[in-house]
C-alpha cells in the first residue's frame, strides 16, 4: 500500500469531499521532509497536508498530528491508515506541544507544520455554528469538551467587554454599536443561534455601510470564534517554545488566514531571526497562485511563512 505515486496523494489530497489543504506545494518545499524526519503537523485536520507530506516520510520518517476536535482526528485517522506505523495521532491543543513532545520521546524535531484557523468540515456542519450562512447553535467551539461557548460570551458579557472583543479581534470599527444592539436583543430574547446573531449584525450595522465586500456579521464572527478558542493565546505560546522545539536545520511554516495571526507570526520570526535562532525563509509572506485562489476560496487569504533552526 506504501507504494502510492506522489501524483496521485496530490490528486486525492485534492478531493472536493475533504477541507483542501492550501499551499500544499510551498509546504512540501519549505518544510522538505525527506525519511527518517519526524514532522509535526500540529493542526492536522482532516489531514491534507499529512497526506501529502507522508510518501516523503517513507519508509523511515514519523508524523504526528494534532488536532483539538476528535472529529478531525477520526477522518484523519481513516485517510492516514495506509502510512501505519508512521503517523501517530493525538487530540490535544497545540499549545501544549512541548510536553506532548516530551512525553512521546521525540524533542526536538525536523519539522512543524501550523494551519491555522477552521477547516471546511467545521465551517460546513450546522451543528458546529461556525457560519452566518448555517442556521445552528452559537457554538464555534473547535473542542466541544470544552465549556465555554460563543453563546456564553454573547449573552454574558458586558456590554465595554463586547465591544472591546469585537473591536481587537474583528477589527469592526462599529464594535460599539453592534455590542448595544446584542446587549438589547439578550434581554427579551438570549441569543443562541447563528442567524439570530447575524440578523442582530444587520440590524446593527448602518445602512450605507451595509453594502461592502464582506457580510454585516463576518467580523463578529471572527472575533468571537478567535475568543472562544483562544486562537491567538495558542499561536503566541507555540511561536515562544518554537526554539527549543526544534532541532538545527529543522523547519517551521505557518500559514494564517488573516492580518491579526500573520501579524503575531511576522513579529515572531523577525525577533527570532534577530536573536540568532532561526533564519527566515520568506521573506515575503508566499501567497496562493492565482489559479489556487480560484479553485479554492478559502486559500485567498493565506499566507505562508517559515524559518529554518540555526
Ligand atoms: C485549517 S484546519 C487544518 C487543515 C489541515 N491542514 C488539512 O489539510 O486537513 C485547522 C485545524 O486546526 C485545529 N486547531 C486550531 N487551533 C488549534 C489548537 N490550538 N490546537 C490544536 N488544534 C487546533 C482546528 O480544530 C482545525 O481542525
Redesign the pocket.
Known amino acids: 500500500m506504501h507504494a502510492i505515486l506522489e501524483e496521485e496523494m496530490t490528486a486525492r489530497?485534492s478531493s472536493p469531499a475533504?477541507?483542501?489543504?492550501?499551499m500544499?506545494e510551498a509546504v512540501l518545499e519549505l518544510l522538505n521532509p525527506r525519511s527518517p524526519a519526524v514532522i509535526v503537523?500540529?493542526?492536522?485536520?482532516?489531514?491534507?497536508?499529512?497526506?501529502?507530506l507522508l510518501p516523503r516520510l517513507l519508509p523511515h520518517g514519523r508524523l504526528i498530528g494534532?488536532?483539538?476536535?476528535p472529529e478531525?482526528l477520526k477522518i484523519?485517522g481513516q485517510r492516514l491508515t495506509e502510512f501505519q506505523p508512521l503517523v501517530r495521532l493525538e487530540r490535544?491543543?497545540?499549545?501544549?506541544l512541548p510536553s506532548r513532545l516530551t512525553r512521546l520521546g521525540a524533542r526536538p524535531v525536523d519539522g512543524i507544520?501550523?494551519?491555522?484557523?477552521?477547516?471546511?468540515?467545521?465551517l460546513d456542519r450546522a451543528d458546529r455554528g461556525f457560519s452566518f450562512a448555517r442556521e445552528g447553535p452559537l457554538d464555534m467551539r473547535?473542542?466541544p469538551d470544552q465549556d465555554t461557548t460563543a453563546e456564553t460570551l454573547v449573552n454574558t458579557l458586558p456590554a465595554d467587554d463586547l465591544a472591546r472583543l469585537l473591536e481587537t479581534l474583528g477589527e469592526e470599527r462599529f464594535a460599539r454599536r453592534i455590542a448595544q444592539h446584542i446587549v438589547q436583543e439578550r434581554r427579551t430574547h438570549p441569543i443562541t443561534t447563528t442567524k439570530q446573531l447575524a440578523r442582530v449584525m444587520t440590524r446593527a450595522i448602518p445602512a450605507g455601510a451595509r453594502h461592502g465586500r464582506l457580510h454585516a456579521a463576518t467580523r463578529t464572527f471572527q472575533a468571537l470564534r478567535l475568543a472562544v478558542?483562544?486562537?491567538l493565546g495558542?499561536?503566541t505560546a507555540?511561536l515562544a517554545q518554537l526554539p527549543v522545539l526544534l532541532k538545527p536545520g529543522a523547519r517551521a511554516v505557518i500559514?494564517t488566514?488573516h492580518s491579526l495571526e500573520d501579524r503575531i507570526v511576522k513579529r515572531a520570526f523577525l525577533e527570532g531571526q534577530g536573536r540568532g535562532v532561526w533564519t527566515v525563509l520568506t521573506k515575503k509572506p508566499r501567497r496562493p497562485s492565482a489559479e489556487e485562489a480560484a479553485r479554492n476560496p478559502?486559500a485567498r487569504s493565506a499566507k505562508l511563512r517559515a524559518v529554518e533552526r540555526l
Open positions: 489530497t475533504w477541507h483542501q489543504p492550501v500544499v503537523d500540529a493542526t492536522v485536520g482532516t489531514g491534507g497536508h499529512s497526506l501529502a494534532i488536532d483539538r476536535d478531525a484523519a490535544g491543543n497545540y499549545r501544549d507544520l501550523l494551519d491555522l484557523g477552521v477547516s471546511s468540515l467545521q473547535m473542542d478558542n483562544d486562537e495558542a499561536l507555540l500559514i488566514f478559502r
